[in-house]
């Protein structure tokens, strides 16, 4: 066992975005003839059609690879493939929980960026073996020596043995190869060897074979009819299928300790595999679980209605089966008088949601309409109790709450020195502070500020990135709740308030945004046969208004000739008309007014 665990390593690609994570696991999938020549494609390990349009990783993706070494040795790479974005960290989280390694690779053109340092603390703290790697070192403008000081500066890694390499050529990744054997650990297991442990760190699920679980072995053994036990749940099942990522499925005898794999079980229900359980063997058991990855909790809200009434238990599979291999996104069925039946769901950020609701279009041809995101609001109330709500319509009334406080978070801001006055502006806009600032180089400041969560939802790293003129970067995390002004601003149509256009904003900045999605909302609204007043108020205050005119049917048409007094008539006749049909009239709101109003900030 010994020895085949010295044959093993473990490790992970963790990076800023488009740093080329992707182009190195290309690379190295060529050099380790696990994918030949003439089956080749971009993006190898992206599997998912987003992936390829955006050129951003959102799932990790694990492969073995078998690899000889220059000393002649075959060796078994079981590497993971891992998102740059900040909102999808926790899909780094769990390849670190399956890894001993890690190759922390930095754009040797652009530098330490953002999501580079919260990657490498992430690394530091699960204990793994940081290789740092200086990437696109061919390129004219690469900063080798610059970089290097950038990152036992800022990261505290030295470089002395960093390797310098250019995914898209090949250049230096052989080296890099035979770097991992020496310097990545193989992995560990219990010396007695009595019991089986298995990490589930993600799953898919599959219409035909049901639940696929991604299992790292730690102790023991699986293989094909082992019955298994999750520690976490109690639920036992049959083992029907193990093997590896070769990149795609492929079936073997057993996974033995240490290997990364998949496991096919008679499980078929997306709902009973729970991502960061112990699998553990009935005739060989552990009732120690392992110590998953980090569980984080999804920070924004938002509602999600299918357009279709009759597409709800549609939307209820999907959103299941969406669930089973992305832990940070949660749902839970609600109800709206505006969009009926649907479900409040939890994401971790904005590009988090839009990536959830075009799977849902693709992935499962669903129709959606989502609310206006929202965060966790802590509200206290004067007789003592605190509730927590994502959705302003629990809110309860403004008479029975003492205060409310939102969540805050501590971004890490990278921009040029040129930009730091606009980027403090839009910072200062946004109610946040500038608590520290670090110079990375002469030409590069980082910024370490305040904010509350609420005020970077929508547009601000759009913002950001437009008065950097595409240069900064930036990184968060949540720090604490702080009191806040906030207030329920509602949208009034014809009198009546409409749920799904409901807020939670800050007094300062209540009428500006009253404003915007009244005049938002008059564009898109058709007009009807009376006029329709569009109201945005707070509490019962009108603090903005917008009328649509009533459509006109011109009554008089067939009056050609004769005294005036025949014309008032008809128009008097049509007055009387139009005030009865706008005491009974109700208000079309078509599907575009939901999307209009989310974008009506920009």
Same mark, same amino acid.
């Given at each position: 066992?010994?020895?085949?665990?010295?044959?093993?390593?473990?490790?992970?690609?963790i990076a800023h975005i488009d740093h080329g994570k992707s182009t190195l696991a290309d690379r190295m999938l060529l050099l380790t003839h696990t994918i030949e020549q003439r089956d080749f494609r971009d993006q190898v390990l992206d599997s998912m059609d987003l992936e390829r349009e955006r050129g951003i990783t959102i799932k990790c993706h694990p492969v073995t690879m078998r690899y000889k070494a220059a000393d002649g040795r075959n060796f078994d790479f079981n590497l993971i493939d891992t998102p740059g974005h900040v909102d999808f960290t926790y899909e780094v989280s769990r390849s670190?929980?399956?890894?001993?390694?890690? =190759?922390?690779?930095?754009?040797?053109?652009?530098?330490?960026?953002?999501?580079?340092?919260?990657?490498?603390? +992430?690394?530091?703290? /699960?204990?793994?073996?940081?290789?740092?790697?200086?990437?696109?070192?061919? +390129?004219?403008?690469?900063?080798?020596?610059?970089?290097?000081?950038?990152?036992?500066?800022?990261?505290?890694?030295?470089? /002395?043995?960093?390797?310098?390499?250019?995914?898209?050529?090949?250049?230096?990744?052989?080296?890099?190869?035979?770097?991992?054997?020496?310097?990545?650990?193989?992995?560990?297991?219990?010396?007695?060897?009595?019991?089986?442990?298995? #990490?589930?760190?993600? &799953?898919?699920?599959?219409?035909?074979?049901?639940?696929?679980?991604?299992?790292?072995?730690?102790?023991?053994?699986?293989?094909?009819?082992?019955?298994?036990?999750?520690?976490?749940?109690?639920?036992?099942?049959?083992?029907?299928?193990?093997?590896?990522?070769?990149?795609?499925?492929?079936?073997?005898?057993?996974?033995?300790?240490?290997?990364?794999?998949?496991?096919? &079980?008679?499980?078929?229900?997306?709902?009973? $595999?729970?991502?960061?359980?112990?699998?553990?063997?009935?005739?060989?058991?552990?009732?120690?679980?392992?110590?998953?990855?980090?569980?984080?909790?999804?920070?924004?809200?938002?509602?999600?209605?299918?357009? /279709?009434?009759?597409?709800?238990?549609?939307?209820?599979?999907? #959103?299941?089966?969406?669930?089973?291999?992305?832990?940070?996104?949660?749902?839970?069925?609600?109800?709206?008088?505006?969009?009926?039946?649907?479900?409040?769901?939890?994401? +971790?950020?904005?590009?988090?949601?839009?990536?959830?609701?075009?799977?849902?279009?693709?992935?499962?041809? *669903?129709?959606?309409?989502?609310?206006?995101?929202?965060?966790?609001?802590?509200?206290?109330?004067?007789?003592?109790?605190?509730?927590?709500?994502?959705?302003?319509?629990?809110?309860?009334?403004?008479?029975?709450?003492?205060?409310?406080?939102?969540?805050?978070?501590?971004?890490?801001?990278?921009?040029?020195?040129?930009?730091?006055?606009? *980027?403090?502006?839009?910072?200062?806009?946004?109610?946040?502070?500038?608590?520290?600032?670090?110079?990375?180089?002469?030409?590069?400041?980082?910024?370490?500020?305040?904010?509350?969560?609420?005020?970077?939802?929508?547009?601000?790293?759009?913002?950001?990135?437009?008065?950097?003129?595409?240069?900064?970067?930036?990184?968060?995390?949540?720090?604490?709740?702080?009191?806040?002004?906030?207030?329920?601003?509602?949208? #009034?149509? /014809?009198?009546?308030?409409?749920?799904?256009?409901?807020?939670?904003?800050?007094?300062?900045?209540?009428?500006?945004?009253?404003?915007?999605?009244?005049?938002?909302?008059?564009?898109?609204?058709?007009?009807?046969?009376?006029?329709?007043?569009?109201?945005?108020?707070?509490?019962?205050?009108?603090?903005?208004?917008?009328?649509?005119?009533?459509?006109?049917?011109?009554?008089?048409?067939?009056?050609?000739?004769?005294?005036?007094?025949?014309?008032?008539? #008809? =128009?008097?006749?049509?007055?009387?008309?139009?005030?009865? $049909?706008?005491?009974?009239? &109700?208000?079309?709101?078509?599907?575009?007014?939901?999307?209009?109003?989310?974008?009506?900030?920009?």
């Amino acid at each position: 066992m010994e020895n085949e665990l010295s044959h093993i390593r473990n490790f992970c690609i963790i990076a800023h975005i488009d740093h080329g994570k992707s182009t190195l696991a290309d690379r190295m999938l060529l050099l380790t003839h696990t994918i030949e020549q003439r089956d080749f494609r971009d993006q190898v390990l992206d599997s998912m059609d987003l992936e390829r349009e955006r050129g951003i990783t959102i799932k990790c993706h694990p492969v073995t690879m078998r690899y000889k070494a220059a000393d002649g040795r075959n060796f078994d790479f079981n590497l993971i493939d891992t998102p740059g974005h900040v909102d999808f960290t926790y899909e780094v989280s769990r390849s670190m929980a399956s890894c001993e390694g890690a =190759l922390l690779v930095v754009d040797a053109a652009q530098g330490v960026e953002a999501q580079t340092v919260a990657n490498a603390y +992430l690394a530091i703290e /699960n204990n793994l073996e940081i290789i740092p790697v200086l990437n696109k070192v061919d +390129l004219p403008t690469a900063k080798v020596d610059e970089v290097c000081r950038q990152i036992e500066d800022i990261l505290g890694i030295p470089t /002395n043995n960093a390797l310098h390499i250019s995914a898209k050529t090949g250049q230096g990744v052989p080296e890099l190869l035979e770097a991992i054997i020496t310097r990545v650990p193989p992995p560990t297991t219990d010396p007695s060897g009595q019991a089986t442990r298995a #990490l589930v760190f993600d &799953s898919i699920y599959d219409a035909y074979r049901g639940v696929v679980a991604y299992v790292r072995v730690v102790d023991g053994r699986l293989k094909v009819g082992d019955r298994v036990k999750m520690i976490g749940t109690g639920l036992t099942t049959e083992v029907k299928e193990v093997g590896i990522f070769a990149p795609q499925f492929t079936p073997v005898g057993e996974l033995k300790t240490g290997q990364v794999g998949y496991m096919i &079980s008679t499980i078929k229900e997306p709902r009973e $595999m729970r991502i960061g359980d112990t699998l553990t063997a009935t005739d060989r058991p552990s009732t120690t679980p392992l110590p998953g990855f980090k569980t984080i909790q999804p920070m924004v809200f938002s509602g999600i209605y299918p357009v /279709n009434t009759a597409d709800y238990e549609k939307l209820k599979a999907s #959103l299941g089966k969406l669930a089973l291999n992305d832990s940070a996104f949660t749902h839970q069925a609600e109800s709206s008088v505006a969009l009926g039946f649907g479900f409040r769901c939890g994401f +971790l950020g904005l590009l988090h949601l839009e990536i959830v609701q075009e799977r849902l279009r693709r992935e499962f041809d *669903v129709d959606i309409i989502s609310t206006y995101p929202a965060v966790v609001y802590k509200v206290f109330l004067n007789n003592g109790e605190q509730m927590k709500i994502d959705n302003p319509i629990y809110l309860p009334d403004t008479t029975k709450v003492d205060h409310i406080e939102e969540p805050m978070i501590k971004a890490c801001i990278i921009c040029h020195n040129e930009h730091i006055g606009d *980027v403090m502006k839009l910072i200062r806009d946004r109610r946040g502070e500038v608590e520290k600032m670090d110079s990375l180089d002469v030409r590069r400041v980082m910024l370490y500020c305040l904010m509350p969560l609420n005020e970077i939802l929508v547009d601000f790293y759009d913002f950001l990135k437009s008065v950097s003129h595409g240069y900064a970067s930036m990184d968060y995390e949540f720090t604490a709740y702080a009191v806040s002004d906030l207030v329920k601003l509602d949208i #009034l149509l /014809n009198g009546e308030v409409v749920d799904a256009f409901s807020c939670l904003i800050h007094r300062s900045k209540a009428e500006y945004r009253g404003r915007q999605m009244c005049k938002a909302l008059k564009e898109v609204i058709p007009a009807h046969l009376f006029a329709v007043p569009i109201q945005a108020a707070v509490g019962g205050k009108i603090i903005a208004r917008e009328t649509i005119k009533a459509l006109r049917k011109d009554v008089t048409a067939k009056c050609y000739g004769g005294d005036i007094s025949r014309k008032r008539k #008809l =128009l008097e006749r049509q007055k009387e008309g139009k005030k009865r $049909m706008k005491l009974v009239g &109700s208000v079309n709101v078509p599907q575009e007014a939901f999307v209009t109003v989310l974008r009506s900030t920009d």
